[in-house]
């Protein structure tokens, strides 16, 4: 009889979804701002929170870090290292967007576009963004809790089944056992 809960056996299967759901965000922000790394730059300089030029390095530099935390999150690779870095950028992505709403700045977030001023009579409608990226930031701290998935880097670095959730080919193995009979598992190295 089987003594984990569904929960146990559903988890590594939603921290997939939502793992490959994040490095898709992270990877098509990145890839969309890497092309064009000076309005990027300018993106970043719309906000008004820093000099013009650190909005350029830190606009030169954020796609790199938006690819390197997707690339990570797409393999299951430092998984928890990865979730922290994404909450923390979303959280700065709030920060920036609610600063640019309650100064009354008439700009693109940047966020999927190359971002900056936008064109006299366009208004921004930041709510939408800010409550994308809360999702986005739920999604990067549900996996700071369960970084376990399926088909990750970590699980066949860690073997993590001593810890309770087993690796990808013991499940399996569960799966191929029948429910009366239980085979002996085979010993870890």
Not at 21 to 37: E, N, Q, R, Y
Not at 79 to 84: E, M, Q
Not at 128 to 135: G, M, Q, T, Y
Request: with cysteine.
């Amino acid at each position: 009889m089987d003594e984990r809960t569904g929960w146990t056996r559903a988890q590594p299967w939603v921290s997939l979804l939502v793992r490959l759901g994040l490095a898709g965000i992270f990877l098509v922000a990145g890839l969309l701002k890497v092309t064009d790394l000076a309005a990027n730059g300018r993106a970043v300089n719309a906000y008004q929170i820093m000099s013009y030029d650190a909005a350029m390095v830190v606009g030169a530099i954020q796609p790199f870090v938006e690819i390197v935390v997707g690339l990570l999150l797409l393999v299951g690779l430092a998984t928890r290292l990865a979730a922290w870095l994404s909450a923390g950028m979303m959280v700065a992505f709030i920060a920036g967007i609610s600063s640019a709403w309650a100064r009354g700045l008439n700009i693109d977030c940047g966020c999927f576009s190359k971002g900056g001023q936008l064109p006299p009579g366009v208004t921004p409608n930041y709510l939408p963004e800010i409550l994308r990226d809360v999702a986005f930031l739920a999604m990067a701290i549900f996996l700071i809790i369960y970084p376990v998935s399926r088909f990750s880097l970590d699980a066949r670095l860690d073997r993590p089944f001593s810890a309770g959730v087993p690796a990808d080919d013991d499940v399996l193995e569960e799966d191929s056992e029948s429910s009366e009979h239980t085979a002996p598992r085979r010993e870890r190295a």
